[in-house]
């Protein structure tokens, strides 16, 4: 089982490494294994019809996300809610770290020394109890922390690996993103590298979280089931998925959106020819309610990533003291920004990059031996 779990994600990381081999004469795409990534390349302007085609596809899956009942769901009955709880310590204990790291990154302030190059992460990670402590009040005492302590270290050990996953393909479509400030900490490189890695930790665990919180109203769990039957031939995913890894690296820029959905297809094929749950599993029966909403904890996230990214270069920008800042490079749709760096039509990326997440740690689990059931109805 082990192999059959291996080989394809390999797959995922060789594919595009053979074809980089004959395309460029470097045998590698500029700036590839640069750390954190720090190039920037020439991506091409805005364009009209592909901004267009791009705005259709995002809103027919806001359409659906929105008034599911217009394309087939017919919904469940409405579950009573959980008895409330008061919230707990951790909470208020994430809400002081959250808002003292906020404050620091954004103020840049030096009173605290080089603390201030650290702020990110425990930013980060308060949030992540913050969002814990209101899944306890709202589920009767039921949270990840509460009941499945383990669950969270383990999330963070496995978010760093997928997020170092996921970078590897961002070389290959000549960076859509990429850390200009990096150079600017008082570090060495190693150390610089550690606290990249550290940062990664907070990825998953935060997006699990806010799928727990999204499980504790009801109306949003019923409201996606029984819904149109998906059911996929993984075998189709698998070849689809890895034939757009290889066209991506030949066209980068005219398939930089292969980064989200090449590895996307790869994982729910992996997973389904072992027959292991996904989300997906799910859907085949008619029920999107675990994938929409993983999708959309991703998307809400993805405001708070890009918020607080945007203050902490934004409001003051001497000294440079966030290394995390990143910036987009996106082709053809880079305009009509939402907290100045991200493009509106880059945010519907998060939704499948939340699903991504989700298999990322199923398939690490399968293949470690760990439990990786987060889901509420399970506490």
């Known amino acids: 089982m082990r192999l059959q779990l291996i080989w394809p994600l390999l797959a995922t990381l060789l594919v595009p490494l053979a074809v980089a081999w004959l395309v460029y004469p470097n045998h590698l795409p500029p700036g590839f294994g640069e750390f954190p990534p720090q190039f920037q390349g020439d991506a091409p302007g805005f364009n009209l019809l592909v901004f267009i085609l791009v705005a259709i596809g995002a809103a027919f899956i806001s359409a659906l996300v929105i008034w599911p009942q217009k394309f087939g769901f017919k919904g469940a009955p409405v579950q009573p809610a959980a008895a409330k709880k008061p919230l707990p310590w951790w909470f208020w204990a994430g809400a002081v770290v959250t808002l003292f790291f906020w404050w620091l990154m954004w103020s840049h302030s030096m009173l605290f020394g080089e603390?201030?190059?650290?702020?990110?992460?425990?930013?980060?990670?308060?949030?992540?109890?913050?969002?814990?402590?209101?899944?306890?009040?709202?589920?009767?005492?039921?949270?990840?922390?509460?009941?499945?302590?383990?669950?969270?270290?383990?999330?963070?050990?496995?978010?760093?690996?997928?997020?170092?996953?996921?970078?590897?393909?961002?070389?290959?479509?000549l960076e859509n993103w990429y850390y200009p400030q990096a150079d600017q900490a008082p570090w060495s490189q190693q150390l610089l590298s550690i606290e990249f890695l550290l940062t990664y930790s907070t990825v998953t665990p935060?997006?699990?979280?806010?799928?727990?919180?999204?499980?504790?109203?009801?109306?949003?769990?019923?409201?996606?089931?029984?819904?149109?039957?998906?059911?996929?031939?993984?075998?189709?995913?698998?070849?689809?998925?890895?034939?757009?890894?290889?066209?991506?690296?030949?066209?980068?820029?005219?398939?930089?959106?292969?980064?989200?959905?090449?590895?996307?297809?790869?994982?729910?094929?992996?997973?389904?020819?072992?027959?292991?749950?996904?989300?997906?599993?799910?859907?085949?029966?008619?029920?999107?309610?675990?994938?929409?909403?993983?999708?959309?904890?991703?998307?809400?996230?993805?405001?708070?990533?890009?918020?607080?990214?945007?203050?902490?270069?934004?409001?003051?920008?001497?000294?440079?003291?966030?290394?995390?800042y990143w910036v987009y490079n996106i082709p053809y749709v880079n305009v009509i920004h939402l907290f100045s760096e991200m493009p509106l039509l880059g945010y519907f990326g998060y939704l499948p990059f939340g699903v991504i997440v989700w298999l990322f740690f199923i398939w690490s689990g399968k293949l470690i031996g760990f439990d990786t059931d987060i889901r509420q109805s399970k506490f």
């Open 115 to 173: 603390l201030v190059y650290w702020s990110f992460t425990p930013l980060w990670w308060g949030f992540i109890f913050v969002l814990d402590g209101l899944v306890y009040h709202r589920n009767n005492g039921a949270s990840l922390a509460s009941r499945k302590p383990w669950l969270l270290g383990v999330a963070g050990l496995v978010s760093i690996v997928g997020w170092v996953y996921f970078e590897f393909f961002d070389y290959f479509v």
């Open 206 to 324: 935060v997006l699990f979280q806010w799928y727990n919180l999204l499980n504790t109203f009801p109306k949003l769990v019923a409201r996606y089931q029984n819904g149109p039957k998906m059911p996929l031939n993984a075998n189709w995913l698998l070849a689809i998925g890895l034939a757009l890894l290889a066209v991506m690296v030949i066209w980068p820029y005219p398939f930089f959106w292969v980064v989200w959905i090449g590895p996307f297809l790869v994982l729910i094929a992996t997973l389904q020819r072992l027959n292991i749950w996904t989300p997906f599993s799910d859907i085949a029966k008619g029920n999107w309610t675990a994938g929409v909403l993983i999708a959309v904890s991703s998307l809400l996230n993805g405001l708070f990533w890009e918020f607080w990214n945007f203050g902490s270069h934004f409001f003051v920008t001497e000294p440079v003291t966030n290394p995390n």
